[in-house]
């Protein structure tokens, strides 16, 4: 009975709880910090909501496997290098060790490929690559010392500047070797007999410093045979007698060891103030030793040291002018890096030199400005030989 009392009596107090209320439903709205929470009665049956609060959006994060990354500059494109002499001798040697292991040591890991564009001893090449190469790092010009010395004494055919070009990498092996055939040394020393020639590719060529200085202060008797289009094409006339000279560095080493030449003198290295012989042909005399109480002073001596030092680079890579820093970078870390290869390293051994430094990025702008800064008189004494004894007009 008083249980029944009782629920009698919380039915009525219900009753009158819900004739007081307000019509619709009843919100209880609780505020955190991050985030808003509505709670809806069970007669609305609506689902529970969560609104953000005003907090700083963040993105949302992209689904596994989405993630963008940029494509390497170079992969999927090709790169040339057009290398400023024909097959064959040293320009053409180090171009193609360069593109048998350039690839794997650039992002992207391109295809490489090399055309040969002889002619007038490089310039052919380098007038066209300055004149049609995309500042865009796909193609590179591969070139010989010798293309500087051209640049430096303001050849009317010239139509580059080295010194605006983006320098990429260089390998040197020191001064030149001039080495004879045996049976020409005679008239090399007799003015009555016929002149020892000397074969060139280009007249202005560093290596033909030692024969001018021996014809002018020596009284040599040479006579130059010049055109060639490259080193394997000097190397071929020796070989059959056609010529009776050679300027080289390392691709020397087997006419000496086959007795096709002996050796005359070499052009040395500039250490220290001095002209020294290189240490892999330390048996060979330098031209001023050669020249004993001769040795001039003033501008002659002075265009002898230019270039002896020339030789600190010998064969090198540059990217057409304007080539952004982003891909001259790119490709002189590559160059770096593939210069440190073992395998890479035997190569130019095998088909260079033994001996080598090898320069990259500024550090091969830095040696094309100290060739190409000369006082105009130094530059020009070589030329002046050259048109005395009538190697050019």
Known sequence: MRNTVFGLAVGLALAM????????????????????????????ATPIAVAPAPTKPVAAPQPAGKTTVARPYYEGKGLEI????????GTDATARAVAMFLPKYIPGNPRVIVRNHPGAA???????????????????????????????????????????????????????IIGIRPEALRRLEDPRSQPAVMGV??????????????????????RWLVGFGG?????LALRRGEVDMISQGGVINPLLEEGVVVPLAQSGNYKDGKIVRRPDFAQVPTIVEKLGDKVPTGTPWQALV??????????WTVAPPGTPDEIVNILSDAYARMSSDPAFQGLLRKTYSERFTIST???????????????????????????????IK
């Open 306 to 315: 230019a270039n002896s030092a020339s030789f600190s680079i010998d064969k």
């Open 201 to 222: 590719q280009e007249a202005t060529g560093s290596g033909n410093v030692v024969l001018l200085y021996g014809r002018e202060f020596l009284g040599w008797n040479v």
């Open 122 to 176: 490089g310039v052919l090449a380098a007038n066209s690559f300055a004149a049609r190469a995309k500042p865009d790092g796909l193609t590179l010009l591969h070139g010989p010392q010798g293309l500087i010395n051209t640049q430096l004494r303001s050849r009317d055919i010239v139509q580059f500047d080295l010194l605006k070009m983006r320098g990429i990498w260089s390998v040197a092996e020191g001064g030149t």
């Open 231 to 235: 080193s394997g094409e000097i190397i």
């Open 82 to 89: 057009i290398i400023a002499s024909g097959p064959g001798g």
């Open 17 to 44: 709880l819900l004739a007081c209320a307000p019509e619709g439903p009843v919100d209880v709205t609780v505020t955190r910090p991050a985030a808003t929470v509505t709670v809806v009665p069970k007669a609305q």
């Open 361 to 391: 990025g500024k550090e091969v702008d830095a040696l094309m400005e100290s060739m190409l800064g000369v006082s105009p008189e130094v530059a020009g004494y070589t030329e002046t030989l050259l048109r005395k004894f009538g190697v």
